[in-house]
């Protein structure tokens, strides 16, 4: 599976973005896909998930303002960002795994396959 993330900018504080997330692949309806942030010096942190079927979880510090969503049919996974803020700033990228994979779904390690990042920048 090959991921390309894209979507990514400069937005001032408040405002929104949409992150797209494409992937190649028959099977994609049957993977979990899941959004992930790192800000420099900072680790990789989970942002949300949505299971293969359906399901969403999200970090508490987006939960209100991100929504995860996907359109199998196009093979894709979209992170809608509202009331963006400063620290929000990170490069994002999307991640998937396969229904027969096992690992935590809040962890990096979870994931085996990612896309190359997407910058988000949020000026105050």
């Known amino acids: 599976v090959q991921l390309q993330a894209s979507g990514g900018g400069l937005v001032q504080a408040g405002g929104s973005l949409r992150l797209t997330c494409t992937a190649s692949g028959r099977t994609f309806s049957t993977y979990t896909m899941a959004w992930f942030r790192q800000a420099p010096g900072k680790e990789r942190e989970f942002v949300a998930f949505?299971?293969?079927?359906?399901?969403?979880y999200y970090a508490d510090s987006v939960k209100g303002r991100f929504t995860i969503s996907r359109d199998n049919a196009e093979n894709t996974v979209y992170l809608q960002m509202n009331s963006l803020k400063p620290e929000d700033s990170a490069v994002y990228y999307c991640?998937?795994?396969?229904?027969?994979?096992?690992?935590?779904?809040?962890?990096?390690?979870?994931?085996?396959?990612w896309g190359q990042g997407t910058q988000v920048t949020v000026s105050s």
């Open positions: 949505k299971l293969w079927s359906g399901n969403t």
């Open positions: 991640a998937a795994r396969d229904q027969y994979y096992r690992g935590i779904y809040y962890l990096p390690s979870g994931y085996s396959y």
